[in-house]
Each structure stands twice: as C-alpha cells, then as structure tokens.
C-alpha cells in the first residue's frame, strides 16, 4: 500500500540542527521529495532524492534516504526563525512529470529565537 | 515568468451546489494536476490532464471533474457540494517533455473552499 508518515511538530531554537522523519511503506516509490508550506502559501520544493541514492545534500539542506528501514530524512542546519513552516515529505513512483505525489500529513517546524 | 496562477483566491458555497476552480499553468508547462487539501492534512492527488485528457486519477468520486484546454490552462469542477469538500485546492504544473528525470511539479497558492 502507499501512506507516508511523518510526526506532527517539532520545536528547535534558532542556530541549531532540525532533523524532520519520514517513512514510507511503497518500496516501489523511486522519487522522495520534500516540500515547505509557509501560511498561506503554496508548497514550494525543497529537495529531492532518487531511491538509488542514500544522502544529499544542498547547502543547509541534507537528505538522507534509508531504503531498507523506508525511511527518510531531512536535516536543516543552523535554522532559522524563517525555516518556520510546515514541512512535507511526498513520494512517486514514476519519473518525470508523470508520477503523482503522495504526501505526508505534514511536520509542523517551529523557530523559537 | 509567471508561475502557476488560480483563481479564485477564496470561495463559500452551499451544500450542493456546483463550483468551478482555475489555474493557469507556469510558462513552458504542459501538464496539470490538481491536489486536495484538509485542514491539518497533506495534499491528496484529484488527477492530472496531460495534452486535454485525464491521465490520471486519485480516489475521488465522479463528483469531482476536470478539463485542460489547448492553451494548458485547467479546470476543477465539483458537484452536488459536501461539507468534507471543504479544503485548500492546489493546482501543479509540470512539463513532460524533459530529458529532467525528477518529478518537480510547481504549485500555485490554492484556492480555499468552504463549503456550509
């Protein structure tokens, strides 16, 4: 079946490390994403990882991908009160354009300064 | 470069009635694809319209329809109106032919339904 799952908050203070969890149950999904939702906004894409891959990383932003456990992660190093948002972890099976995502119900980050 | 536009912003309506929702794609995309979202949920994929025809479809009623015109610009229809209609409605464009092997699809601001 497909359901991601993430937990629902997580409080850190400015200047330290936020990691956010994710697991899937599709073994088949080949594309993991994940997305930012500020209030009122779209969901803008983060990063991105291919299942064949087990970390990446883009300037604050490190993903690492553990296929065995379906599990995912993002690290977001010397956060900032504007890292404030809800962060969504999706999945696809397809690559592309093509795939459909399904989404995690989302971890709510909160900055404290 | 505009990028992906809907329209309208906000919207109440009653219990069964019908209501019709825009988007307009980023620049250069050729694919829609339009996303649910409860309160305190993730986004749930409606379906996707690809050069006029639905490609794909997420578990969602008959109720909720949709149509691409040639100039790739969507719509979202939704009959008979359910207090669960609810939602933020997020429209996705995406473009099909890259050589891009991710799946990056660009979203608008969503349009907020109420439903009483």
């Known amino acids: 079946g497909e359901d991601v799952e993430q937990s629902l908050f997580l409080s850190v203070r400015e200047g330290d490390s936020s990691v956010i969890n994710c697991t899937y149950t599709d073994s088949s999904s080949t594309y993991l994403y994940w997305y930012k939702q500020e209030p009122g906004a779209g969901l803008q894409l983060l990063t991105y990882?291919?299942?064949?891959?087990d970390m990446k990383q883009d300037q604050r932003l490190t993903v690492l991908l553990n296929k065995k456990d379906k599990h995912l992660s993002l690290r977001i190093a010397d956060t900032q009160t504007g890292d404030s948002a809800i962060y969504f972890c999706a999945e696809s099976k397809l690559p592309g354009s093509q795939g459909n995502l399904i989404f995690g119900k989302g971890t709510k980050l909160s900055v404290k300064p | 470069d505009a990028g992906v536009t809907q329209s309208p912003t906000h919207l109440i309506k009653t219990r069964g009635q019908q209501v019709t929702l825009r988007c307009s794609p980023k620049?250069?995309?050729?694919?829609v694809s339009w996303y649910q979202q409860a309160l305190g949920q993730g986004p749930q994929f409606i379906f996707q319209y690809y050069e006029e025809e639905e490609r794909q479809r997420g578990n969602f009623p008959d109720r909720f329809s949709g149509h691409q015109f040639p100039n790739y610009s969507s719509e979202l229809n939704v009959n008979a109106l359910l207090l669960g209609d609810s939602a933020l409605y997020l429209c996705?464009?995406?473009?099909?032919?890259?050589?891009?092997?991710?799946?990056?699809?660009?979203f608008g601001p969503g349009t907020r339904l109420t439903v009483l």
């Open positions: 620049s250069g995309h050729d694919t």
């Open positions: 990882i291919f299942s064949n891959m």
């Open positions: 996705a464009s995406s473009l099909v032919r890259t050589e891009s092997s991710y799946n990056e699809q660009f």
